[in-house]
């Protein structure tokens, strides 16, 4: 059974802080990594699809590592908003083409206080 | 920009009674899912629907839910009778499929959240 993890649960930071948090997976038969934003009340949004081991995104100021080798993948925001407020989730995907399901972490909820 | 729907946004029901979520994917999307967050839990997969057939089911999906999609265009969830651990916040997601573009993201709705008395 796969099993996700993400650290920290949650996250207070100032206003202009950068943050970081950790997404960890079993690295066995990896195919890819999701990386959503989720807002209250809002669809969860689609940030980052990582396929490479090695693979870095980046979306404006918010950017992605992807390690397959150990299982982990790190998200990073520089400069932080208040609108960056929300959960980020990362799910892997289980299976062995983009189509499979999705196995959830429990999210990382970051508040930033401006 | 295209975007998946789902309505009711909230629904109370009482334990035993039947329930349809609803949910409209985004319109050139092959890959249909649900997923469900009980509250303080991880969000976890329910079914996936491809081709008029589930391609596949968790331990959760049984023999009380079923899915549809009875038009080309809705994609729905039926609880046939409700419980009360049924509460929770259930998405439904679209992708394009195995040699989209978007290398097989997922698009979520923004949830119904259920509430079984």
Known sequence: ILNVEQSPQSLHVQEGDSTNFTCSFPSSNFYALHWYRWETAKSPEALFVMTLNGDEKKKGRISATLNTKEGYSYLYIKGSQPEDSATYLCARLQGSSNTGKLIFGQGTTLQVKP | EPEVTQTPSHQVTQMGQEVIL?????SNHLYFYWYRQILGQKVEFLVSFYNNEISEKSEIFDDQFSVERPDGSN???????????????YFCASSGGASDY?????????GTRLTVL
């Not at chain 2, 609803?22 to 985004?26: E, L």
């Not at chain 2, 978007?102 to 923004?110: A, E, I, K």
């Open chain 2, 22 to 26: 609803r949910c409209v994917p985004i």
């Open chain 2, 102 to 110: 978007s290398r097989g993201t997922q698009y979520f709705g923004p």
């Open chain 2, 75 to 89: 994609f729905t969830l039926k609880i046939r009778s409700t419980k009360l651990e049924d509460s929770a916040m």
